[in-house]
């Protein structure tokens, strides 16, 4: 079975502090994606990689950077945590484009920053 | 027009009744479509896959796929209280993935 891992299922961080969000999977996957997710906004796409050092911006990448320096791990970021990053955090990986698969979900990092 | 379009509900049934949820997209040149289930405080799970027009069935699960109309549904045959949750619609385009922001289902025991 595919197993994506979250490193943290809850934290409270405070405004200002440095957020590290850590997300690993066990399947080789290429790609890895960050979304967050928030009530009646659904999920959104906050940075994606498609290999090893490499990264694309999302929907929303403002406030957030992401590391991949190993194929099975994906990093987000928060430089400066503030109170509207409050949210449910879900890292997702799946094979490279080209292959029509779905993407496998981690269990989810609930964050709340006060 | 947002990417994804799905009625988010709440939607009831009584146990035993089929459950149906629909979904609308706007790319044409969409390749994959997905359902995922979210329980509360949960992240999405998959419950279906489908690639090509027409029905495919998996269980009490039924996707129907119609490219023409831009149309996904999901079909819930014997709905089980443990159905209740939140379906999400997901459509891929190479590595682009575009969610709905969910219908919420309750089966009503």
């Known amino acids: 079975d595919v197993k994506v891992t979250q490193s943290s299922r809850y934290l409270v961080k405070r405004t200002g502090e440095k957020v590290f969000l850590e997300c690993v999977q066990d399947m080789d996957h290429e790609n890895m994606f960050w979304y967050r997710q928030d009530p009646g906004l659904g999920l959104r796409l906050i940075y994606f990689?498609?290999?090893?050092?490499?990264?694309e911006k999302g929907d929303i990448p403002e406030g957030y950077s992401v590391s991949r320096e190993k194929k099975e791990r994906f990093s987000l970021i928060l430089e400066s945590a503030s109170t509207n990053q409050t949210s449910m955090y879900l890292c997702?990986?799946?094979?490279?484009?080209?292959?029509?698969?779905?993407?496998?979900f981690g269990e989810g990092s609930r964050l709340t920053v006060l | 027009q947002k990417e994804v379009e799905q009625n988010s509900g709440p939607l009831s049934v009584p146990e035993g009744a089929i459950a149906s949820l629909n979904c609308t997209y706007s790319?044409?040149?969409?390749?994959?479509f997905f359902w995922y289930r979210q329980y509360s405080g949960k992240s999405p799970e998959l419950i279906m896959s489908?690639?090509?027009?027409g029905d495919k069935e998996d269980g009490r699960f039924t996707a129907q796929l119609n490219k023409a109309s831009q149309y996904v549904s999901l079909l819930i045959r014997d709905s089980q209280p443990s159905d209740s949750a939140t379906y999400l619609c997901?459509?891929?385009?190479?590595?682009?993935?575009?969610f709905g922001t969910g219908t919420s289902l309750t089966v009503i025991p």
């Open positions: 997702a990986s799946r094979r490279r484009e080209g292959y029509s698969g779905e993407l496998f």
């Open positions: 990689s498609y290999d090893v050092k490499m990264k």
């Open positions: 997901a459509v891929n385009k190479g590595n682009q993935f575009y």
């Open positions: 790319d044409r040149g969409s390749q994959s």
């Open positions: 489908i690639y090509s027009n």
